[in-house]
């Protein structure tokens, strides 16, 4: 049976570094998905960039800081990446997108996790978030990323 | 199976209104005695765009647990580009038993976007027996 663990890890100045740790439940087989979402806590029109505008079509998406994740086990550090706010090419040279602009929530696909494999004897998943954004801003951005965990639960185990 | 029995496959909506910014709303919902299977659930709303920022939903069917409290909508939304026969996101074995599905939805805040009152859809790819 899956289960999904959200946890979530709030970031308030700029070039913060904030370490967490994910318990896992006892009865966990393994972690296989991987998935994350970033909710910006001040308001936009404050200053905060939301997207870099350029002359190309082509959008750079913004980076929001960096994510490591890691165990205690044989895995370590099993993820490790840039956390991007959004993905602002979804109508890349989209030749419709005069009259029916695209954007994430009208031509996304379902967000599927990221494949990982983390054996289930870890009990616990440390990690860490880097901000870019406030470096970005150059003030602080408040906000938060919500990561997801996609475990498999064991529920005939007879120990648990 | 024979022709008096068949299954048809059909949507089942439910609608809950989102009327205060960072508010949680919860509603129970019942499914037809003709529900035989339920085999996924899609999220829409008039206003897409607050509901992929904003919003968050526990799912739960027969007092079984499939999204998590704080579960992003986002996951489980489609665009328009999205194949006919893909809009809906898989539930796997399903027991329909009591009937009953809940919906605990909480709107946060994000600062992209500004708050108005929305309606949240949510769609239940059903299989019904036809009498």
């Known amino acids: ?25 006892r009865n966990i087989e393994k972690v296989t998905g991987l998935w994350y979402k970033v909710r910006l806590l001040d308001d936009a029109e404050s200053g905060v960039p939301i997207s870099i505008r350029t002359r190309s079509p082509y959008l ?15 895995e370590g550090v099993f993820y490790y990446g840039n956390l991007i706010l959004e993905n602002p090419n979804v109508g890349f040279l989209d030749y419709t997108s005069g009259v029916f602009p695209a954007k ?11 494949k990982v494999l983390l054996n289930g004897d870890s009990a616990i998943v440390h990690g860490y978030i880097l901000d870019n954004w406030g470096t970005l801003a150059r003030r602080n951005v408040r906000y ?17 | ?19 205060a910014a960072n508010s949680k709303v919860s509603e129970t919902f019942e499914l037809d005695k003709s529900v035989k299977s339920v085999n996924g659930i899609a999220f829409t709303s008039e206003k897409p765009d607050l509901l992929f920022h904003r919003g ?24 328009v580009d999205a194949n006919l026969d893909n809009r809906y996101w898989p539930l796997e074995n399903v027991i329909i ?3 009953q ?6 709107d946060k805040a994000d600062g992209r976007t500004v708050f108005a009152a929305y309606t949240v859809q949510l769609y239940l790819d059903c299989e019904i027996e036809l009498n």
Do not use: W
């Not at chain 1, 009208?106 to 599927?112: D, L």
């Not at chain 2, 199976?1 to 009327?19: D, G, I, S, W, Y």
């Open chain 1, 60 to 74: 750079p998406p913004i980076i929001v800081g960096q994510i490591s994740l890691s165990t205690r086990q044989q």
């Open chain 2, 97 to 99: 038993g009591n009937g």
């Open chain 1, 104 to 114: 994430q929530h009208n031509r996304s696909a379902m967000k599927r996790p990221l």
């Open chain 2, 1 to 19: 199976m024979n022709e008096e029995n068949a299954l048809l496959r059909a949507p089942k909506v439910f609608e809950l209104q989102v009327t």
């Open chain 2, 101 to 106: 599905v809940k919906i605990e939805f909480t």
């Open chain 2, 56 to 79: 968050y939903a526990r799912v739960e069917i027969n007092k079984r647990e499939f999204f998590p409290d704080n579960h992003a909508v986002q996951r489980i939304m489609n665009g």
């Open chain 1, 144 to 160: 938060e990323v919500d990561v997801y965990l996609f475990c498999e639960l064991n529920f005939n185990d007879p120990e648990q």
């Open chain 1, 1 to 25: 049976m899956e289960e999904i663990i959200i946890h979530t890890v709030g970031i308030s100045r700029a070039s913060q570094l904030k370490h967490f740790e994910i318990p896992l439940p």
